[in-house]
């Protein structure tokens, strides 16, 4: 092994290796485990929140891939419609062409060209990351065989009357042209107005006020709207409005819609441009009028005067017409969520058009009792209660887009506005011919389908489906699938919908849902924040001008800009480090707990590349003790006390491992494994393995013994860390497993180990706890009184039990040596000791004779006082800071906390020194 752990030496080729040799695929034997990777945007690259999800599903795969298993992670990626044929058309039109210049063959074909020279950004990274997928079924949504697939389920909808035709509202994208769902909507805050307008009542001179925030949109009502128990306002139900600026008369209806609380308690229904009036106006039958055109320009259903206005325009022209007929009450400010396309960043409206549906209640109701009678877990269980709530209230789902990039839709019409819709053209002529009686021309749609009716059927698309391939017999339901949160309606739903219908079961047994990576202060990531981190430069680091352009590039407000730049060069003045990809991995683990929100503090990721260094050293460390040391076979290895502890704890370790990453506690699973390696193996037993292996005293049985030990148990434990830090465990482990009697080529296909393999040794564990306890005090005596490791002391140590003195009688070599003492000695009553250092370690009182320890009790006062000087004035700053109430009011709660800790362990440390002063005084008596 190299003296020092460096990650870019060994990641990339040991990576290489395991592809080259074909180790990700299934084994073909064993009980089936699979994991649907959810399939990355084919533009993007690959983010903070994918890296944690791959993860943890990479972890639960290698573990099972190394308990056997038939594993098949299926990888992928997703065509994403909208965001793909906007960086294509982004392309064209800086050269000056436009989409429709080309025609939809030819964009079409351009599309295909960008994905064959960008498509493999996204399997770069995942194999930087150290994903075991199985890249010989890498699936790609648009590929022939899922979108054989995709024609297949559509048209099986519409044969059995769940797919239709209809006209309703939609989010347009003025500027995309296309319906988007609602993921794709932004809807953020934005400061607006509220605008206040008079009605006439058709008979009478009174007006009626109506609050807006849309003006324009007026010229498309259709009714007013107010509650039916609403004392003011009921006497006028059924009595009609003069609509200002159309001549128009419109009704007054009664709907339990209608806040009373909130403005006037009027409201304006505009059911062609309101998805709640939408809702008001069906149940009221009440007329539709579409007032935009695709490009949200106001079209021929408007008076004269307004007919093909920009909307924006067209607000400015009401509200001015309406103020010079004296009809604005009032404008107010008013903050108001704005929806625009996630894309374009266009304002969208709801608008009326033809679409393509799948009826959802039917495939609903089938999902919803797959979760009810446990087909189906949710973990954490709490997101249940959010699948249920939403599959109880599901409204049918728009699945066309006006895109070009996509499935398109397969339908075609003839020139009597008749539909048919086949599996092929060939087909559709076919069914044409039947209804007409002779070939007649036909026009195929030109809609895509959105990107998630595809993705609903990646379980089993990837696998094969319609056919009935051994795949999809072996793999199919799969294992679990692990997502966010935020898709789990989008998605997860649709997915478990479309399994049970056409998969004739679940997609997966269980639904691990993850929090979302956000910021070190919880914020989200994003661009316009820069707080955006590549894990690739975690990975391999990066210099500070390289992020500091990676972060403001494609930044249009200066200020915004300088900003970003500044809080950039202020937190990573000398850029980011290289941590490497085992770093980062466990850092992940560690951070998986069931919570919502997942804050990535660097601080963490800087521990973990420590841990990483620790655990290389305690290898290099063992193979020194273990290289030019031939087994002998005629020798029985016997185990000290310690081997038998170390070898009791991994395997408490191991059963702790297991038991929480099958719960998906990843966070305690690395807990676990952090604290064995760092503080058990590392900490203690290499230091008591020492004594043994150094001092001629032990026998070569004892030597046997421990060296064996030192082998077995780093292997097993690297066996056990393999899932969450494949490349450094890989690497060690070639090195190690020979000496512990360990053959094979790589560790992906070792056993993971299991408790039975390190059986639980109680009285080991038992017997090391006072050796353990006056080894500890004898070091906390030195760190006290900054008495060097060189220096030797007698220690007193009275013990709360006697069997606790057997163990320190029966290992004192062993623990004068670690503890560097002269000699130990049992007493039972501290008062006739001398002025003494003590220590109290898990009931064991451990005493250190002052004399021993310190030449000069003046000189060392005075160390104590300057120490106790420093104490008590943090103490002061501390208190000080939580005396300002303001500070305590508003800072954050986790702040003040530390704060009040800081607090107590200040006065703890002024205690201790002044007990010290005390002891050293004595000496000079």
């Keep these: 092994m190299q003296k020092a752990y460096d990650p870019k030496d060994i990641e990339q080729r040991i990576y290489q290796h395991w592809e080259c040799r074909g180790w990700f695929r299934p084994s073909g034997s064993g009980e089936p485990y699979c994991i649907m990777i959810p399939p990355p945007n084919v533009t993007g690259t690959l983010h903070m929140g994918h890296a944690f999800q791959h993860t943890l599903m990479d972890a639960l795969t290698r573990l099972n891939r190394m308990d056997g298993r038939n594993t098949l992670w299926q990888p992928g990626t997703d065509h994403a419609g909208i965001a793909t044929q906007m960086v294509v058309e982004r392309q064209l039109n800086a050269k000056g062409v436009h989409r429709r210049d080309l025609g939809r063959e030819d964009f079409v074909k351009r599309v295909w060209d960008w994905k064959a020279q960008s498509g493999d950004v996204i399997s770069r990274q995942e194999r930087r990351l150290g994903n075991s997928v199985d890249w010989s079924r890498d699936r790609f949504t648009m590929d022939e065989g899922l979108s054989r697939a995709v024609t297949e389920v559509f048209v099986s909808l519409f044969e059995q009357g769940l797919i239709y035709r209809g006209k309703r509202l939609v989010n347009w994208d003025p500027v995309l042209h296309t319906a988007l769902s609602d993921l794709e909507v932004l809807a953020e805050a934005e400061q607006g107005s509220l605008w206040h307008f008079r009605y006439p009542l058709a008979d009478e001179s009174v007006h009626r006020v109506f609050a807006t925030t849309r003006p324009e949109t007026m010229l498309g009502d259709t009714a007013v709207a107010v509650h039916p128990e609403d004392e003011r306002y009921r006497h006028l139900i059924g009595k009609q409005l003069r609509l200002p600026l159309t001549d128009r008369l419109i009704p007054i209806i009664g709907d339990d819609y209608v806040d009373p609380a909130f403005g006037s308690g009027c409201v304006k229904i505009t059911p062609g441009h309101d998805f709640n009036d939408y809702e008001i106006g069906k149940r009221h039958d009440l007329p539709l009028i579409n007032i935009f055109d695709a490009n949200a320009v106001l079209n021929d259903e408007v008076p004269q005067a307004y007919r093909g206005l920009d909307r924006f325009d067209a607000r400015k022209r009401v509200i001015a017409d309406l103020e010079s007929l004296d009809l604005v009450e009032k404008i107010e400010p008013h903050t108001l969520p704005v929806p625009r396309g996630d894309r374009s960043g266009a304002v969208l409206e709801p608008w009326l058009t033809d679409q393509w549906y799948v009826r959802i209640a039917p495939l609903a109701e089938p999902a919803i009792k797959a979760v009810e009678d446990g087909r189906i877990r949710f973990v954490p269980e709490n997101w249940s209660k959010t699948y249920f709530q939403w599959m109880h209230n599901i409204q049918d789902w728009c699945i066309s887009r006006q895109l070009w990039w996509g499935h398109q839709v397969p339908a075609w019409y003839d020139d009597q506005g008749n539909i048919y819709v086949a599996r092929s053209e060939t087909e559709a002529r076919q069914q044409a011919r039947t209804k007409r009686g002779s070939d007649v021309a036909l026009t195929r749609d030109d809609d895509v389908l959105d990107t998630w009716f595809s993705s609903a059927l990646w379980p089993f698309s990837t696998l094969g489906w319609p056919e009935q391939t051994n795949e999809l017999k072996t793999f199919y339901p799969t294992s679990v699938l692990v997502t966010g949160f935020d898709i789990i309606f989008f998605w997860v739903a649709r997915m478990i919908m479309m399994g049970l219908k056409f998969a004739g079961d679940v997609p997966f047994r269980e639904i691990y849902i993850t929090g979302l990576i956000r910021d070190e202060h919880g914020e989200k990531m994003s661009k316009s924040k820069g707080n955006i981190i590549d894990p690739l430069d975690l990975i391999d680091g ?384």
């Design 542 to 925: 990066i210099d500070l001008e390289s992020l500091v352009a990676k972060r403001t590039t494609g930044l249009m407000q200066p200020h915004l800009k300088g900003k970003i730049e500044k809080n950039t060069r202020k937190q990573f003045p000398q850029g980011i480090p290289a941590y490497g990809t085992d770093a980062l991995r466990f850092t992940f683990c560690a951070l998986a707990t069931m919570g919502r929100d997942i804050r990535f503090d660097l601080g963490r990721i800087d521990g973990y590349k420590n841990f990483c260094n620790k655990l290389w050293n305690a290898a290099r460390y063992v193979l020194m003790n273990l290289e030019g040391e031939a087994v002998n076979p005629a020798l029985t290895p016997s185990l000290t006390v310690a081997d038998r502890w170390i070898r009791s704890r991994l395997g408490a370790t191991i059963e702790e491992a297991r038991t929480r990453i099958a719960e998906y506690r990843f966070d305690l699973a690395a807990q676990a494994l952090y604290e064995f390696a760092w503080y058990e193996y590392c900490d203690w037993y290499l230091e008591l393995s020492k004594p043994t292996l150094q001092s001629e005293n032990a026998s070569p049985e004892q030597k046997a013994g421990t060296r064996e030990t030192l082998a077995t148990v780093l292997e097993a434990y690297l066996r056990l860390l393999h899932p969450l830090m494949p490349f450094i465990t890989e690497e060690i482990w070639q090195s190690v497993a020979p000496h512990a009697q360990r053959t094979g080529e790589t560790i992906m296909l070792q056993p993971y180990p299991k408790r039975a393999e390190f059986p639980l040794d109680a009285d080991a564990e038992r017997a090391i706890t006072p050796i353990k306890a006056v080894i500890l005090g004898a070091r906390q005596i030195r760190g006290q009184l900054d008495v060097p490791r060189s220096r030797q002391m007698p220690l007193y140590v009275k013990t709360p039990h006697s069997e606790s003195w057997n163990e320190i009688g029966a290992n004192l070599q062993l623990i004068k040596a670690l503890a560097n003492a002269t000699e130990i000695t049992h007493i039972e009553d501290e008062r006739h000791l001398p002025p003494t250092a003590m220590q109290l370690v898990d009931g064991h009182v451990i005493h250190a004779p002052l004399s021993s320890l310190i030449d000069d009790a003046e000189v060392e006062l005075v160390r104590l006082a300057k120490r106790k000087v420093k104490a008590a004035q943090e103490l002061a700053k501390f208190v000080a800071k939580l005396s300002n109430q303001n500070f305590v009011a508003n800072a954050p709660a986790e702040i003040v906390e530390q704060d009040r800790a800081r607090i107590a362990d200040f006065k703890q440390q002024i205690a201790e020194i002044e007990e010290q002063e005390r002891r050293v005084a004595l000496l000079k008596r």
